[in-house]
């Protein structure tokens, strides 16, 4: 959809479906959280978190490391602020689960 800027916040214009939904939204930034997972209990909890921000991920990378028995993850964002740092820290209270982020200087 279209969107415009007006002083930090983003006007977004999304249609679909036969509607049209517009809401305010803060100015979107890149990032990227580096997760390790020790305790694999968690990974369904930590893709149910996953899931439910899906529409902000640009893409997702997993690879196992067997030789530590963990898995370290990465995740591309385009999302305000304070939803990747939520997401950020959502997921490093899970138990077992670190979580990392870097955000991008645009």
């Known amino acids: 959809g279209a969107s415009w800027t007006h002083s930090f916040l983003t006007y977004r214009t999304l249609s679909g479906y ?3 939904l517009e ?3 803060m100015e ?3 990032a990227v959280i580096s997760i390790v997972v020790e305790n694999f ?3 369904e909890k930590l893709n ?3 899931h439910k921000y899906g529409s902000y991920i640009i893409g997702r ?3 196992p490391y067997h030789k530590r028995n963990i898995s370290i993850m990465s995740v591309a964002l385009d999302a305000p602020a304070d939803v990747i ?3 950020s820290g959502k997921l490093g209270m899970l138990e077992g689960v670190n ?3 870097i955000y991008s200087k645009l």
């Open 18 to 20: 036969g509607f049209l």
């Open 23 to 25: 809401e305010w939204l």
């Open 28 to 30: 979107s930034r890149v």
């Open 41 to 43: 209990s968690s990974v």
């Open 48 to 50: 149910a978190i996953l």
């Open 61 to 63: 990378m997993g690879i």
């Open 85 to 87: 740092n939520t997401i």
């Open 99 to 101: 979580a990392k982020t």
